[in-house]
Structures are given as structure tokens and as C-alpha cells.
């Protein structure tokens, strides 16, 4: 795993996708939950391997049958739009808040978006913004501006534009 991670990132080798993709289905076929994630974005992108969307679903799911977050966060991704999938929103939901309690800050982040808008179940202001915070507070830039909005808007929480402001300015 460690060396197609080194190909995929160009850490300590040239970046080298398609050697990313080798070393990462060595690893997948030894159920390595986080190359499966990993061989499954690439797929899903087609990122040094052909865009297989069945397949990258199929890696997906092995990972987040295994536990792992990434592949949690990324499946929950595909039922939420129902890419390569019938769109499910609450599977989506369910699968970002286990790997959101994982500490998984994309899913914190995709998940509170689902809480604020009522997808996949009912609208949740205070846990959407609490998961905001939450990501926001582990450099999840998109957690950052989405709480801007809040703030400015007065959507879930007391108005404060002043404070909206200071978090949008590079």
C-alpha cells in the first residue's frame, strides 16, 4: 500500500498513476480497505486505470464493508447522487454518519450538508452546524464557507456578518 501510495502522491517517485493503480490492486486483492478506497477513486475517475464506475462501486463497498471511512465517505458519495447507483439518500446519510464518527471530515462535511438540507431524513440545523464547526475546525475549507453563509444568513445560529466576513478573506 505504502508504495502505491508514493506513485499516486509523487512522494519520494515520480507520480506515476498507473504504478499507483498496480501496487494498490496488489494490496486491494489482500483486502487492504484503504487501497480498495483509493483504487476505487481512481476507476471512479478514471485516473490511470479506465472509468469503470461498476467497479469502482464494487471497490467501494468491499472498503466500507471493511470499515474504512474513505470508502465510507466515497460509496455514501455515489448514493447521495446516484452515480453508478440508484440514488438512495438515506443510505447515503447512514454511511456518512459512521464514517463521520469515525472522524472522517469529508463525511462530517457531506453529511451536514444532508442534515441542513433534510436529505435522506429530517432537516437538522443544530447538527449541521455542530458538524460544520466540527470540520471547519479540521481545515475542511468548504466547512469554513458553508458556516460563512450561516453566519451571514442567520440560518441555524444568530446573524453575524462581521464574523462571516472575517472567514471568507484569504
Do not use: C
Not at 34 to 46: H, I, K, N, R, V
Not at 84 to 94: I, L, M, P, Y
Not at 111 to 127: I, P, Q, W
Request: avoid cysteine; proline fraction near 2%.
Amino acid at each position: 500500500f505504502a508504495l502505491a501510495r508514493a506513485f499516486d502522491k509523487g512522494r519520494g517517485v515520480p507520480r506515476n498513476l498507473v504504478e499507483a493503480a498496480r501496487w494498490y490492486e496488489v494490496a486491494a486483492e489482500r483486502n487492504h480497505a484503504g487501497a480498495m478506497a483509493a483504487l476505487g477513486t481512481m476507476y471512479e475517475f478514471g485516473d490511470g486505470v479506465r472509468l469503470d464506475m461498476a467497479e469502482a462501486l464494487r471497490l467501494y463497498q468491499g472498503a466500507a464493508q471493511a470499515g474504512d471511512p474513505s470508502g465510507m465517505t466515497s460509496l455514501a458519495y455515489l448514493y447521495a447522487n446516484g452515480k453508478g447507483v440508484a440514488r438512495n439518500t438515506k443510505e447515503a446519510r447512514q454511511l456518512y454518519a459512521i464514517a463521520a464518527d469515525k472522524g472522517h471530515v469529508r463525511a462530517m462535511f457531506n453529511l451536514a450538508l444532508m442534515d441542513l438540507r433534510g436529505e435522506g431524513g429530517h432537516a437538522g440545523n443544530a447538527n449541521g452546524v455542530k458538524l460544520l464547526e466540527i470540520a471547519a475546525g479540521r481545515g475542511h475549507a468548504g466547512a469554513n464557507l458553508e458556516l460563512a453563509y450561516l453566519f451571514d444568513d442567520g440560518r441555524g445560529l444568530a446573524r453575524r456578518p462581521k464574523q462571516a466576513a472575517a472567514m471568507t478573506r484569504p
